[in-house]
């Protein structure tokens, strides 16, 4: 299958995919919040069963790890892209105050993921009505297995840990009974593609640009309130005032990272991230600009790309009219939908 | 800069101000306004708002800013992000309220 065929699948039906990029951590110990509070860049006002999204930084406030941190009583899970298990457990024994009694271990299980407007649908078949009716961001936990309701591709999204001896019968289950719903199997550059059209962040790409979340367009994900692995120098880049910031683009013609941004003659910025939507049939594109041509809604600025200028268009993220949005699980099924009554993919305000 | 393109981004920035006073005094979002970026989604952890604030939220867009919502089918895609609103506000509001 081919990687459009793939994001179809995820923005229409469902699709399933290995976790092995993420790292699910176990926070325990009377001293679990005290330890977590200080390296996580979010409030951690959360109650038993709710997750959220936010960031580990480093000291000069870089994006370290994307992280969703789950509150579980009193210990938490931290579900973790970025860096590998080992450099994340030595990040965070290492930055953890002295003397708190916290432990850090790896989640026992694998993780796999299910992607797509219906998969509530194909969740509800294969584990129950208690998986596919989980709110967003929260997670449940069943005998040995934790499945958590988050998702990067702005579709119904869940990470399922499934203890290891049972992950094949598991996954078997998704592909038999998948095949009512078109399940397809996608890659992690799929979803990547899904994240970077619904204006997700991606570590990986432009989570290394040395970029800070004022930059970044991230600070809904971290806190001015508390004091944290770096927030003194989150605070003083504010201060300071962020120079440039991320704004979303498409073209019609390819650009590629690191093309060079221009209005009229002069150059504004540059290409963080891009790649082809099959959905919108079109280049779409994470530029970083300088702060006074940070908008979206704009057409008047070009892509020095492969030798020439090709004309770009920045726009407002998310740049796809998720069917999620408009499928209930009150209401709707995969099997009964009407695809000549879902609003169009791309629309415009 | 381009004439032109300079009203655009005057409006732009004129009109996301606006939201982001919504935001903060009328739907009670515990930030600054600097610190509401653009492209911050509105629901779930983004800025933290739900069902209940969607309703304050688009009185507040008609009263400020004269939205006006053609048809009830615009209303789940424009109140995803800061940046939405934005862009519903410079298509179907007022267009004399960003100009002084």
């Known amino acids: 299958m081919s990687m459009d065929d793939e994001i179809r699948a995820l923005r229409t039906s469902v699709a399933l995919a290995a976790g092995d990029h993420v790292t699910c951590l176990r926070i325990e110990g009377e001293g679990a919040y005290e330890a977590l509070d200080h390296v996580v860049a979010c409030d951690l006002f959360l109650q038993d069963g709710q997750m959220r999204p936010s960031l580990l930084l480093d000291e000069e406030a870089r994006p370290f790890a994307d992280i969703h941190v789950a509150r579980d009583d009193e210990s938490f899970f931290l579900l973790a892209e970025g860096p590998s298990p080992e450099e994340l457990v030595a990040f965070l024994e290492k930055r953890f105050p002295v003397g708190v009694d916290a432990t850090v271990e790896r989640c026992d299980g694998t993780l796999l993921s299910l992607h797509g407007p219906y998969a509530w649908e194909l969740c509800t078949a294969v584990l129950g009505p208690d998986v596919g009716s989980l709110p967003y961001l929260a997670f449940y936990r069943a005998d040995d297995a934790v499945f958590f309701r988050s998702g990067k591709t702005g579709e119904y999204g869940y990470d399922l840990l499934i203890p290891t001896g049972e992950i094949e019968t598991v996954r078997e289950s998704f592909l038999r009974e998948g095949a009512a719903f078109d399940l397809a199997l996608a890659s992690l550059p799929a979803l990547e593609q899904c994240a970077l059209e619904n204006g997700f962040f991606n570590i990986r790409r432009e989570g290394r640009a040395g970029l800070s979340p004022l930059e970044l367009g991230l600070q809904w994900r971290v806190s001015y309130r508390k004091e944290y692995v770096g927030s003194a120098a989150l605070r003083a880049r504010r201060e300071a005032g962020a120079k440039a910031r991320v704004v979303w683009a498409v073209a019609g013609a390819p650009v590629a990272e690191g093309d060079e941004v221009f209005l009229d003659e002069r150059r504004i910025g540059h290409v963080l991230v891009s790649g082809f939507s099959v959905i919108r049939g079109e280049w779409v594109a994470l530029l970083l600009l300088d702060r006074p041509h940070a908008h979206a809604g704009i057409d008047r600025y070009e892509v020095q790309s492969a030798g020439e200028r090709r004309p770009i268009r920045t726009v407002s993220a998310p740049l796809i009219n998720n069917r999620s949005l408009y499928v209930s699980p009150q209401r709707h099924s995969y099997r009964h939908r009407d695809e000549a009554r879902m609003p169009p993919f791309v629309l415009s305000l | ?100």
């Open chain 2, 1 to 100: 800069m381009n004439p032109e393109l300079a009203r655009y981004i005057q409006r732009r920035e004129r009109i996301l101000d606006k939201v982001r006073t919504i935001l903060v005094e009328r739907l009670h979002v515990s930030r600054a306004p600097d610190e509401i970026d653009p492209d911050a989604p509105l629901f779930g952890t983004g800025l933290g708002l739900d069902s209940v604030d969607a309703v304050e939220l688009l009185v507040s867009m008609e009263s400020e800013l004269g939205v006006k919502l053609p048809h009830e089918g615009l209303s789940r895609p424009a109140m995803r992000t800061v940046n939405t609103l934005v862009d519903l506000a410079l298509a179907h509001g007022r267009t004399d309220d960003v100009d002084g």
